[in-house]
């Protein structure tokens, strides 16, 4: 059984960094990318950045390029989101998955997801 578990949310003013993990086990996660998605409230899941377990795909939205990293820790199964210079917009439910089809950033592709952590930016 998958299961995904995220930590690292909170509350951080405008400008200040944050970072996310996300624990996975249940199963060899080598072929996969793991990814971070998005929810504010009244609106939809949004696509945030993903990465493979191998390290050759890696791929951003547009709107936290230059400002989030993805990363990964293969011995440990783990991933990571470092969020720096936060915006008030960033302010969102951001949750944890996995895929078996890399490339792929649609949230209807992720087979797996973590229950989610909140971060707030104020302003």
């Known amino acids: 059984q998958v299961q995904l578990v995220e930590s690292g949310g909170g509350l951080v003013q405008a400008g200040g960094s944050l970072r996310l993990s996300c624990a996975a086990s249940g199963r060899t996660f080598s072929s996969d990318a793991m990814g971070w998605f998005r929810q504010a409230p009244g609106k939809e899941r949004e696509f945030v950045a993903a990465?493979?377990?191998?390290?050759?795909?890696?791929y951003y939205a547009d709107s936290v390029k230059g400002r989030f990293t993805i990363s990964r820790d293969n011995a440990k199964n783990t991933v990571y989101l470092q969020m720096n210079s936060l915006k008030p917009e960033d302010t969102a439910v951001y949750y944890c998955t996995v895929t078996n089809r890399p490339g792929v950033i649609t949230a209807s592709a992720y087979d797996y997801w973590g229950q989610g952590t909140q971060v707030t930016v104020s302003s």
């Open positions: 990465i493979t377990w191998r390290g050759d795909w890696i």
